[in-house]
């Protein structure tokens, strides 16, 4: 099987509204998140994250695609990992649970780990 086509799977948990905003994309369309990870990834690698989110015992299963990659010895001591962008298939639940989360934060100037 060729490695490019195969889906890969990551499991990554968010303890804290910090970190989840420093992570959460809302500029790219459908959301994304930003993910710490030092494992080799591509842009447009398909990815299924299985994200926790704070104290919710809930995990929310997400097919996305690799859009952003911050690769290790990167400009300005970013953090490695990638940005995983969401796809249509949850038809948006993923976004809406993460803003209302993140209420009252999305309008603030902090930085975060992307943009």
Known sequence: MDTASRTRILNFAFTDKA???AAYMPFIKNGGIFIANSRRYELGDDIFLVL???D????LPIAGKVVWVTPPGA????????GIQ????????ARR???????GMLASDRPTLTM
């Open 75 to 82: 400009e300005g001591g970013r953090v490695v990992g990638i």
């Open 97 to 103: 649970k993460i803003e209302t989360l993140l209420a």
């Open 52 to 54: 926790k989110l704070l």
């Open 86 to 93: 969401f796809g249509t298939q949850d038809k948006g639940a």
């Open 19 to 21: 970190s989840l905003y």
């Open 56 to 59: 919710d015992p809930d995990s």
